[in-house]
């Protein structure tokens, strides 16, 4: 089965600094999309960033980017310059590579962001 | 573009009864996929609805049921509410092209079961 970690439950940084969020995952697919989502407290999932893993480059949006390692089949999320609203729930996903649409999410980290 | 909405945000029902859940897609999105959160599992993949014919179920009992309509707007279905059942529920649209598609997700219907 599909399968996706995060292995860090919460996390917390200080305004305007760096980040990194980890997430890892298990696919038997050759060709494959990931996902970052944010929910911050109003409960809305925000899409931040995705990557098609064929592509060599780390997809970039912003202050948000990802590191791709597909051999160590390792994705995570980096955010730069933090600010208050980042904080958030951030969701790492992968979606089932059969017939139709499902997403696969890891179990989530907190991030704090402190003034 | 409107985003995807999901109507009522708020329910509060009692153990026994039956509740729907309704999702209107981003306009164009013709792909709705629908997910429970609930703190101890987290986001599970309920179903998808594409063209009005589900396409994958998730591993829910048959209480949890589903419908599209030809607009793309999605119904779901709970029956014989259990407390186990409250819960956040999300759903999700997305364009038709295939399993690599962006979900977007609604607002979310917070269901209490008491």
């Known amino acids: 089965a599909q399968t996706v970690t995060q292995s860090q439950p919460e996390m917390s940084v200080q305004e305007a600094e760096t980040v990194t969020l980890s997430c890892t995952y298990d696919?038997?697919?050759?060709?494959?999309?990931l996902f970052w989502y944010k929910q911050p407290p109003s409960r809305q999932m925000i899409l931040v960033i995705r990557?098609?893993?064929?592509?060599?480059q780390n997809a970039t949006e912003n202050r948000f980017s990802v590191n791709f390692q597909k051999a160590a089949k390792s994705f995570s999320l980096k955010i730069s310059d933090s600010q208050l609203g980042d904080t958030a729930m951030y969701f790492c996903?992968?979606?089932?590579?059969?017939?139709?649409?499902?997403?696969?999410f890891g179990a989530g980290t907190i991030l704090r962001v402190k003034s | 573009k409107a985003g995807v909405t999901q109507t009522p945000r708020y329910l509060i029902k009692t153990r026994g009864q039956q509740v729907t859940l309704s999702c209107s897609p981003i306009?164009?999105?013709?792909?709705v996929s629908w997910y429970q959160q609930t703190p101890g599992q987290g986001l599970q993949f309920l179903f998808e609805?594409?063209?009005?014919?589900?396409?994958n179920k998730g591993n829910f009992p048959g209480r949890f049921s589903g419908r599209q309509f030809s607009n793309s707007r999605s119904e779901m279905n709970v029956s014989t509410l259990e407390l186990g059942d409250s819960a956040l529920y999300l759903c999700?649209?997305?364009?038709?092209?295939?399993?690599?598609?962006?979900?977007?997700f609604g607002p979310g219907t917070r269901l209490t079961v008491l």
């Open positions: 996903a992968s979606p089932v590579m059969e017939y139709g649409n499902k997403l696969v």
């Open positions: 990557q098609e893993a064929y592509k060599q």
């Open positions: 609805y594409f063209s009005e014919t589900q396409r």
């Open positions: 306009s164009g999105h013709r792909s």
């Open positions: 696919t038997s697919e050759s060709n494959y999309y």
């Open positions: 999700a649209s997305s364009l038709p092209s295939g399993s690599t598609d962006t979900q977007y």
